[in-house]
């Protein structure tokens, strides 16, 4: 019976160097259009693969009462390269996760507690796709298009989402119109929001210009 | 300002009959490498994007105290073409998803409550990768890998999985092999095991040959 | 030499029915993931390939000065599979693409004339990325970022902007926003504006609830 | 054990319809840009995953003394959505593929007897890579660029080529230029050849204008 | 409102390392299959994103009349990754592209001014899809095909082209025949050109063998 | 005629940084999830693209009678991104290659001569497709499934198999299970084997635990 294991070490043996049913980021390694460059296989462990991040609730005490905890590739490097991720979700009663997008990624959303209101606009005809969720129900939010989730609840509630992409993205329609320096005169005309509306949220979210 | 209406219901209805921001599998329709054919965009509701099917806990009074409730393309039509979908995981105590694979998809796990014992073996070098996970971790099986879950605990647990495909697949080893016609001698021929063994196990399973 | 002949008619004749050098989108056929049906080869011809419409000037005499006149698979059916698509943008003096995302495309940008201002915003850390473009330049939107475009300039300007998508889609902010029925608490607590902007920017743009 | 199979049976019954570990092609369905429709799965045998046609020597008896046999989706629908082919290639002595690509695969060629001189010209440098391959070499031709294959040798011999889609394309350039209606003019001042040339070969191939 | 902030700036923190909106090219960097590895973030500026040179008309005094300036990766390495790409092509009376194919991408015409026949031929059938196009026209060429453009015209026509991938290569039909070390006989046997006709072109193209 | 190679010189001047005709893995650079790095272009000599080892006959004098040869990207750098890869398959009388899986990859089997009982099962249903294949026939083993060869002839076979991956993955399911440390109470849990012929298995295969 050695000769079957005489057999398979020589095939594992001459393959050794290119196993690829895994590339666990070397997060100071070069990045790539597919991706981080591949932690070496032989220091890969068991802790590339778990990730405890999101057992932990996030700090809901803040103005839009929400948290949002990524387990992204950056976060979790067994990810990379594998098309999947995950967030942790907190809503506080009131808590709003605001409009956004995610770029790269379609998401679908799982409530683990409590009550969470979500909707996404499709861009063909801007129809308005919105429920209430209760725990256990998942709701998918195609890729690239807006969508938010709020807990008009009295009560806490928690979400875990899923991407189809280890590095999903998010863009916030509010961190991208008036936490940056695009002169207000651009977002005005972008926008045709009025001029105080603009500066007044410029002011909240550190935008300048 | 009717000017800004009319311009964009004219982009709008040129390109109204190709959104695809979605594509809501038609059951009933035609199969396709890429997925079902779609449901007419018209007839799209909310319902088509929530699935409320994870929310009911599995029955887990089998041998394996065990139950898995998918929420693939085929449970829920919305995922269509959009490369992601989920399932629930009940293990009562002593409660044993058995090793499997997903031929198509890689699967992040997060356990909602109890513990789980969770493993996958590389294909490169047969290494185990094995942990147990708490409440609020998640882990990640490589597309295609043989992978098992088991409840050691004493109490239920519950976990969410995710797969990067509306459709993952999944082939369980026991069934592969003892739950089908394939003839014993193949059976022992192929995996070694005992004549004895494979009948054995047919006789539970319900194979012939 | 006849034989040559019958040689590679009998490969022709082989695969005559199986010819997916392109699929020409049957617009009344089903669609898929993929996107449309295929016209039957024999049905195809060099107008499939060809499309008029971009030399076609865009009527710019609207609020926002600006017309988008697209060449996506629904306008071109020559593109379905194809993986491309085009646009012809036109921008009278002060005319504006207001802000957008395409949710499954890249864009590149070719000015053929004039002066076009644009930008776009990253999701990572909110960078702002803004140009004024000359006639010959190019500028690329990455895939499902905020951009816009506006004609800073004292003559008309015309860019051909292409997609690698045959169907990129485009989400425009204010319609997303506000010519739908998307109540306007919900507006107003995801995006933080204030109740009479968006009642303003809904009456405006047709928008309800 | 009875609970193991409904279990089971309860997961398999409820995702029965929509199984695609394989999609084998209904040649009279629709075709998509990701292939053909796919037939029923209960009415799939064994006989769609095999095909027995490149058991069949090729007829050589012809002027470039070669013979290529496919197993396309096309004559092997089980191939759909599967991403590979094959293809058997007799040459006799002397014998020729002439210069052509796939415009949508890379090839693998193994050579099972006798001797063959094949080349590619790369695009980027027109670096010629050319070897005289035998008895089981194998040697790749990367996606879309010229190549050809000749036996030189003073037996016949024999080629296996697979490529990685199901549907590769074969364009080779004498048809493309001396097989159709292309006139000669157009032939002539898009590849510099003499008219006589162009001539001589339009009429041996049958092309025409 | 500083909480708002400081939720965000975690975020954004966190997974500041892993942006990929873009990767802009480091051209003195590695490649791979899915092209360079990426500038740093912290590096990257509009520039990266903006490219001039089309804006330049190409010199056409030569033989064939003809300029293709291109705007790939390597020329403007901010689309790198992005699945996008251009040239200008500028065509003085009677100037040719001469027969050639992109082996890894679609191709998407646009006529600026002029009048430009341009033509592909199909592998499946050989048939010629053959047009004039006049300003404003756009024309796809499928991904692999042979095609060619002329201008019949008396006047300069210019085309900007786009492609679906940043790198789509260029496979000149007379210079991978012509102009490297294909030994002659080789060209003869895999084409069917005559002797005095291969020798006069590979004079002409510089080729040698 | 200068002009014409001036023209073209200068295109090829400017993009020969970036050629992807094909990237031959530098085996010592790094790897990513699409692949390894490129070996510089300028190194890449037709021994790149031509791999000798399949033509060697597999040392089948072992317990299985069965040898498998790879020429994967590990041993043959030139697959690199191309996206295919082959393996030699020797089968002496009785030889049998075990039941395993490609994680990444369909397998198109190819028999070069003698007889080879193969099989696959689908995970949908746990269908056996089961066939004995001749001199010349192909069979497709479709992606991430459980598959075997066996030779129940009287004389040596030899397949010849491909793959639509440069790294298919080989999950060898004995080896999986019985050659490494995975606790055989683990082993047992998940695949209801007795605890004698796991560890007799175990045993024989070198496991542990």
Known sequence: MLHVLFLFSLILTST?????????????????????????ESKVTIKDFVFTGLGVEGNTTNIIKAAVTPAFVGQFPGLNGLGISAARLDLAPGGVVPMHTHPAATE??????????????????????LQTLKKGDIMVFPQGLFHFQINFGKRPSLAIVNFNSPNPGLQILDFALFANDLPSDLVEKTTFLDDAQVKKL??????SG
Chains 1, 2, 3, 4, 5, 6 share one sequence.
């Open 108 to 129: 679908l959303l799982y409530v683990e507690h409590g009550h969470i209101t979500a909707g996404f606009i499709s861009s063909s005809a801007n129809t308005v796709f």
């Open 202 to 207: 410029k002011g909240v979210l550190g935008g």
């Open 16 to 40: 050794h160097v290119l196993a690829q049913d895994f590339c666990v980021a070397n997060l100071k390694g070069v990045q790539t259009p597919s991706g981080y460059s591949c932690k070496m």
